[in-house]
């Protein structure tokens, strides 16, 4: 496996795994090691090499029932959900201000990375080209907006001036 591929892939697991964690700690902590691991995530990411999916490329996506469940369950451990973002940043116009939302975005990332996952650790030998593609495609198109929202708003979270009191 390509070295980039598997800093991607032992990245992408260590979100996961740290997302679907039950342990309830302090939401700072949580807020500063989603911060790390997403800024960890999205480097290795940048580093996916371009491929071509197979012509026979499917992939089974993650309930949205399961993903619904999981941005619950992050709403509830972090300080604070809701935040003020710009969808373009470049726009020549004055943009608006959108809601996001950091359960959303976390567990949006949470379901293109395990729906690649589950493809990567397929037996078929192009499941792993065709999981590469995913993950980079959705970066593009998807998941990376998610994350540059997160990372700023998990930013202000933990250092900003309106930072999660439960701050060690």
Same mark, same amino acid.
């Given at each position: 496996?390509?070295?980039?591929? *598997?800093?991607?892939? =032992? *990245?992408?697991?260590? $979100?996961?795994?740290?997302?679907?964690?039950?342990?309830?700690?302090?939401?700072?902590? +949580?807020?500063?090691?989603?911060?790390? *691991?997403?800024?960890?995530?999205? /480097?290795?990411?940048?580093?996916?090499?371009?491929?071509?999916?197979?012509? %026979?490329? =499917?992939?089974?996506?993650? /309930?949205?029932?399961? =993903?619904? *469940?999981?941005?619950? &369950?992050? @709403? &509830?451990?972090?300080?604070?959900?809701?935040?003020?973002?710009?969808?373009?940043?470049?726009?020549?116009?004055?943009?608006?201000?959108?809601?996001? %939302?950091?359960?959303?975005?976390?567990?949006?990332?949470?379901?293109?990375?395990?729906? @690649?996952?589950?493809?990567?650790? @397929? =037996?078929?030998?192009?499941?792993?080209? /065709?999981?590469?593609?995913?993950?980079? +495609? %959705? $970066?593009?198109?998807?998941?990376?907006?998610?994350?540059?929202?997160?990372?700023?708003?998990?930013?202000?979270?933990? $250092? @900003?001036?309106?930072?999660?009191?439960?701050?060690?």
């Amino acid at each position: 496996m390509d070295d980039a591929i *598997q800093v991607f892939v =032992t *990245q992408a697991r260590a $979100f996961c795994l740290l997302v679907e964690s039950e342990k309830i700690e302090n939401s700072w902590v +949580f807020a500063h090691t989603c911060l790390s *691991q997403l800024l960890r995530l999205y /480097d290795a990411a940048l580093y996916l090499p371009e491929v071509e999916a197979s012509v %026979s490329a =499917t992939f089974a996506r993650v /309930d949205n029932g399961a =993903t619904e *469940q999981l941005r619950k &369950q992050l @709403g &509830q451990r972090l300080a604070r959900d809701y935040y003020w973002e710009v969808f373009e940043p470049l726009e020549m116009d004055k943009p608006e201000a959108l809601v996001g %939302s950091l359960s959303d975005d976390l567990a949006d990332i949470w379901g293109e990375l395990k729906s @690649g996952l589950a493809a990567a650790d @397929g =037996t078929d030998p192009s499941s792993l080209n /065709d999981a590469v593609w995913c993950w980079r +495609f %959705s $970066f593009e198109t998807h998941w990376g907006h998610h994350a540059a929202g997160a990372i700023n708003a998990l930013h202000a979270l933990c $250092f @900003g001036g309106f930072a999660d009191v439960d701050r060690p």
